[in-house]
C-alpha cells in the first residue's frame, strides 16, 4: 500500500488507482525563457522517479505535463533579444527537453504547450464570465477570488489583502480585490494574440493548466505535482478556476509538492537571477550522478547547494557502481536468494511510505556492506542490482567490469583493476558513439531543420531523439544548430 502526503488535507493519504482506469498525473512544467536550472532538475527529476515507481506498482499511469510557450517573461526576454516570442520559446523548449533527456527523464506521456489550447482557454473563461466568477476589465477578464470561499485552503492564504499577493498576481486599479488573477489578457501592441469570442489576446498564466488538463483529463483527477513555490497562487488558482467552471469538487484527488532547491541561502530561482543552469551542471559531473544526487533526497526536502555538490552527488553513486564491478555474475549465489527478498521488501516499504528514497538508498548500502564482510555475490545479486536500475536508472549496469576476485594478490590491486577497468570501458562506449559520421549528422540535423520550417515539430523532435541515442546533442541558437558529441567525459563541441 502506497501512502503520501497531501498538501491539501495536511495528512498522510492511501495512494491508490481508482480500478483499473488510467491514473491521471500532472505536474507543472517550464516557462520557457531560458535554460532550465538544477531547481527544475530536482523537481523534475524527482516527480520523473515518482511516476516511474507508480508504473513499478501497477499503475496505469497518463503523466501530463505543460509547456508555458506564451507568457510576460517569454515576451519581455524575446524583446530584449530581439527575437520572436515564439522563436524563442521554440528554442527554450528544445533545450529543456535535451536537459530532461540527459537526465533521463523520460516518464512523461505528453508534452502539452500552452499555445496548442487555445481554444479550451477560451471555453473556460467563457463559462467563468457566464456563472458570475468572472469579470471584465480595460486590459482583460479576471478571477474574483471572493466569489470561491474555499481559496487560499491548500496554502493557508487568503490572498483578499494585498500583502498576501505575490509573484504573477497583476497590479490593475479596475481589480474587486487585489488578490484577482488575470484569465485572458487584451491584446498589446507589438505582442502576441490570438482571435476569440473574449476579444483579441492571450491566456493568463493559470488558466492554460486547468485548459489542458481538463482537455486530457476531465474537471477531475488523481495527482498534482510541483514545486512548493507553486502553491500560492498558482495551485489556488487553478482550484478556483476549474472547480468553479465545472461546478465538481475536489480537482484533484492527491496534491505533491516539492521542496526547493537552495543556492546562497535562497531559492534557486531564473528571476533572481539565482541559478545555475542544468547544462553547466553537468559540464562539473556526470548525468547519472547529477540523477542519483536528486532521487536520493527526499522529494519534500529541500537540498542545500554547497561548494562540493558535485562530490558529494559522486561520491554515493561511486559506492553503487564500485560494488557492480566487484560481482561476480557466473557464481550460482543462490544462498543469497532469502538476504535479496528481504532488501527488496524493505526497499518497497520505503518507497510506499511517501516515496522515501534516503531509507530505501539506506537499505541498499546496508546490503552492499553486508556483501562485502561476508557475502559473495553473483547472479541472485546482479539480477537485484539491475531491478533497481529499472527504477533508479543511474547505476552503470551496462559499463561493469564483472571482476572475479580469484587469484588477487591484494584489496589494492582489486581497487586497481576496477579504476583501469573502468577507464577501458569508458572510452570504448565513447568510441562507439562516434560511430555516426559528420555527414549523416549534418543531413539529419538539415532534414530536422526543414520539418521545424513546416512546422512539422513531432517528427523534428524524432530527429533529435535519433541524434541522442546516438551521442549528439542538439543545441538551437539564434545563429543556428550547434551540435556536440555527448561522452561520460563532458560534451565534444562540432567542428
Known amino acids: 500500500m502506497i501512502t503520501v502526503y497531501d498538501t491539501l488535507s495536511r495528512t498522510t493519504k492511501k495512494l491508490e488507482p481508482q480500478g483499473d482506469s488510467q491514473f491521471k498525473m500532472f505536474v507543472c512544467g517550464p516557462t520557457v525563457y531560458d535554460y532550465a536550472h538544477l531547481g527544475h532538475g530536482k523537481n523534475y527529476t524527482q516527480f520523473d522517479f515518482i511516476a516511474k515507481y507508480l508504473r513499478f506498482r501497477g499503475f496505469n499511469?497518463?503523466?501530463l505535463q505543460n509547456i508555458t510557450d506564451i507568457e510576460d517573461k517569454i515576451i519581455a526576454r524575446a524583446k530584449r533579444d530581439n527575437v520572436s516570442a515564439k522563436d524563442l520559446a521554440e528554442q527554450f523548449e528544445r533545450s529543456y527537453l535535451e536537459d530532461m533527456d540527459a537526465l533521463r527523464n523520460n516518464a512523461v506521456t505528453k508534452y502539452a504547450r500552452a499555445t496548442d489550447y487555445i481554444e479550451p482557454v477560451v471555453n473556460q473563461v467563457q463559462r467563468l464570465v457566464d456563472r458570475?466568477?468572472?469579470?471584465?476589465?480595460?486590459?482583460?477578464?479576471?478571477?474574483d477570488i471572493s466569489r470561491f470561499p474555499s481559496y487560499g485552503a491548500l496554502s493557508g492564504r487568503s490572498g483578499l489583502d494585498q500583502e498576501n499577493t505575490v509573484s504573477r498576481i497583476e497590479i490593475n486599479p479596475e481589480k474587486r480585490n487585489a488578490g484577482d488573477f488575470v484569465l485572458w489578457k487584451f491584446r498589446k501592441p507589438e505582442e502576441p494574440f490570438w482571435p476569440s469570442i473574449l476579444?483579441?489576446?492571450?491566456?493568463?498564466?493559470?488558466?492554460?493548466?486547468?485548459?489542458?488538463?481538463?482537455?486530457?483529463?476531465?474537471?477531475?483527477?488523481?495527482?498534482?505535482?510541483?514545486?512548493?513555490?507553486?502553491?500560492?497562487?498558482?495551485?489556488?488558482?487553478?482550484?478556483?478556476?476549474?472547480?468553479t467552471a465545472s461546478g465538481i469538487s475536489p480537482m484533484v484527488r492527491f496534491w505533491l509538492h516539492g521542496g526547493f532547491l537552495n543556492i546562497n541561502a535562497g531559492k534557486m530561482s531564473k528571476s533572481e537571477a539565482n541559478f545555475i543552469t542544468i547544462r553547466d551542471a553537468l559540464q562539473q559531473t556526470s548525468s547519472a550522478a547529477l540523477r542519483y544526487w536528486f532521487i536520493s533526497q527526499h522529494y519534500r526536502s529541500a537540498i542545500e547547494l554547497t561548494d562540493d555538490w558535485p562530490a558529494q552527488a559522486e561520491g554515493g553513486l561511486a559506492r553503487m557502481n564500485n560494488f557492480v564491478r566487484s560481482i561476480d555474475p557466473t557464481y550460482d549465489d543462490v544462498q543469497n536468494e532469502k538476504t535479496i527478498e528481504n532488501v527488496r521488501?524493505?526497499?518497497?516499504?520505503?518507497?510506499?511510505?511517501?516515496?522515501?528514497?534516503?531509507?530505501?538508498?539506506?537499505?541498499?548500502?546496508?546490503?552492499?556492506?553486508?556483501?562485502?564482510?561476508?557475502?559473495?555475490?553473483?547472479?541472485?545479486?546482479?539480477?537485484f542490482m539491475k531491478e533497481l536500475n529499472g527504477l533508479f536508472d543511474f547505476i552503470e549496469i551496462d559499463q561493469k567490469r564483472l571482476l572475479s576476485v580469484n587469484g588477487c594478490s591484494s584489496q589494492t590491486q582489486v581497487e586497481s583493476d576496477r579504476r583501469r577497468t573502468s577507464t577501458i570501458e569508458r572510452d570504448a562506449v565513447d568510441q562507439a558513439k562516434l560511430t555516426i559520421s559528420e555527414d549523416k549528422?549534418?543531413?539529419?540535423?538539415?532534414?530536422?531543420?526543414?520539418?521545424?520550417?513546416?512546422?512539422?515539430?513531432?517528427?523534428?523532435?524524432?530527429?533529435?531523439?535519433?541524434?541522442?541515442?546516438?551521442?549528439?546533442v542538439l543545441e538551437d541558437t539564434p545563429s543556428g544548430v550547434k551540435w556536440s558529441r555527448r561522452s561520460s567525459h563532458g560534451r565534444s563541441p562540432s567542428p
Open 61 to 63: 499511469v497518463y503523466y
Open 132 to 143: 458570475g466568477f468572472a469579470y471584465k476589465t480595460s486590459d482583460g477578464f479576471y478571477f
Open 345 to 383: 521488501r524493505n526497499v518497497i516499504d520505503s518507497l510506499d511510505n511517501d516515496f522515501d528514497t534516503p531509507g530505501a538508498f539506506a537499505s541498499i548500502y546496508e546490503f552492499i556492506k553486508g556483501q562485502y564482510r561476508s557475502g559473495k555475490p553473483g547472479r541472485f545479486v546482479m539480477a
Open 199 to 243: 476579444g483579441e489576446g492571450r491566456p493568463g498564466w493559470h488558466i492554460e493548466d486547468t485548459a489542458i488538463t481538463e482537455h486530457h483529463f476531465g474537471p477531475q483527477y488523481d495527482l498534482h505535482g510541483g514545486g512548493i513555490d507553486l502553491i500560492f497562487p498558482h495551485h489556488e488558482a487553478e482550484i478556483a478556476q476549474i472547480e
Open 441 to 472: 549528422i549534418l543531413r539529419l540535423i538539415d532534414e530536422r531543420q526543414k520539418l521545424r520550417a513546416a512546422r512539422s515539430f513531432e517528427a523534428a523532435d524524432n530527429i533529435r531523439l535519433e541524434l541522442s541515442s546516438e551521442g549528439i
